[in-house]
């Protein structure tokens, strides 16, 4: 941008980055927000976390201020997402996330869910008696960290994030700190994407995952790809028959086709029990509310009304934690004319690039 050389420019960056671009002569520069928000997720089908109040104590352990001010590399930069479906960019946006909780609240919906919980303490030295040679420690105390387990076993979370994106680990490995400092084994898995999204979603190999989602488009189809029941049932293929040897002179039979019928999983007792749901990443669904998610789909409920009815219940399922809005930089250069820096979320500046027109070299 300095030498000319690009007349415009779109790039990640805090305060600083900012800051450069707009002492350039005759650059403009703007933050405008990209369509994705970075959320953690729970896998509630796993076993240790089935439990809503494990589910709740847990991300009520993270700090949200500082995951998302890791995520978006200064904390003047933040654009906090505290809903469950409409992203700050969205229009009628506000934030519905209840209360921070403390840890002390968190550690005791833990405990009454069955954990021991051993608080951090300082290993206190007995000072050396008279004439000993045991060399006197003049350091900070050692500190033993604490430990959440149950029937012996440390509460352990695997937190899955694609390797090829590293603010996602960096805001992984921040969670992780957060919960050890607590006593809870976390640790980060980075994987290929592929294998991160498939694999080990389907060997369980991972508890919760840290990464990137789209924001803004239909809020209605959001909506039911994030927390919707309906999941593809899998149907068993019958293996290709071998042909079989006829007998010279024999005429050949041909045997009636195989049908394999498609289980069909049958509905809960309970209308508001929350079921395995293998179709969307938090590995459980909702019942209560998927006739809302329909009426939503097929327009026989206003959005609005549907997120404020359901709103209150995704945030107690505890299984999706909004964390932040991506942002990025965008400047242009004074040898481009009618560059918008604005512009819907998910095109951007772009939207109107038919209409740029260079002036200078």
Same mark, same amino acid.
């Given at each position: ?38 959320q953690l997720t729970l896998r509630a089908n796993v076993p240790k976390l089935a439990d809503t109040q494990v589910r709740k104590a847990i991300l009520g !352990?993270?700090?949200?201020? &500082? ?12 654009? !906090? ?28 919906? &833990? ?61 992984? *490995? ?6 050890? *400092? ?8 980075? &994987? ?8 080990? &979603? ?7 995952i840290v990464g990137w989602h789209q924001a803004g488009g239909n809020l209605a189809t959001l909506l039911a790809s994030r927390y919707s029941c309906p ?44 079921? $395995?749901?293998?179709?969307?990443l938090t590995g459980i669904c909702d019942r209560s509310i998927q006739s809302n998610i329909d009426a939503a789909l097929d327009g026989t409920k206003n959005? *609005? ?8 219940? !995704? ?42 027109? $260079?002036?200078?070299?």
């Amino acid at each position: 941008m300095r030498n000319g050389d690009t007349q415009v420019a779109q790039v990640h960056g805090g305060s600083a980055a900012f800051a450069q671009l707009s002492a350039i002569p005759d650059v403009r520069t703007a933050r405008i927000v990209t369509p994705r928000v970075m959320q953690l997720t729970l896998r509630a089908n796993v076993p240790k976390l089935a439990d809503t109040q494990v589910r709740k104590a847990i991300l009520g !352990l993270l700090d949200i201020d &500082l995951l998302a001010a890791v995520g978006a590399g200064s904390d003047n930069t933040v654009t !906090l997402d505290q809903a469950q479906i409409r992203s700050p960019s969205d229009p009628g946006y506000v934030p519905t996330a209840p209360p921070a909780m403390t840890t002390t609240t968190a550690l005791g919906l &833990l405990a009454a869910s069955g954990y021991e919980i051993d608080s951090n303490t300082s290993a206190s030295t007995a000072p050396p008696g008279p004439g000993s040679t045991t060399p006197v420690s003049t350091g900070p105390p050692e500190v033993i960290r604490g430990r959440v387990s149950k029937d012996g076993k440390q509460l352990s979370l695997v937190i899955g994030v694609a390797a090829n994106d590293p603010t996602s680990v960096a805001v992984a *490995n921040t969670a992780a700190d957060q919960l050890r *400092n607590v006593g809870i084994d976390a640790t980060v898995l980075a &994987l290929d994407p592929v294998v991160l999204y498939r694999d080990a &979603l389907n060997d369980n190999r991972i508890d919760a995952i840290v990464g990137w989602h789209q924001a803004g488009g239909n809020l209605a189809t959001l909506l039911a790809s994030r927390y919707s029941c309906p999941a593809l049932q899998a149907t068993q293929v019958p293996p290709p028959a071998s042909p079989a040897v006829t007998p010279t002179g024999a005429t050949p039979t041909v045997a009636p086709d195989t049908v394999v019928p498609t289980p069909q999983p049958g509905p809960p007792a309970d209308p508001g029990a929350l079921v $395995k749901a293998p179709s969307n990443l938090t590995g459980i669904c909702d019942r209560s509310i998927q006739s809302n998610i329909d009426a939503a789909l097929d327009g026989t409920k206003n959005i *609005n009304d549907v997120i404020t009815a359901i709103e209150p219940r !995704l945030w107690n399922m505890s299984t999706v934690l909004p964390i932040l809005q991506d942002t990025t930089i965008v400047a242009a250069g004074p040898s481009v004319q009618n560059v918008s820096l604005s512009g819907a979320v998910p095109v951007g500046i772009v939207g109107d690039a038919g209409q740029w027109v $260079k002036t200078g070299p």
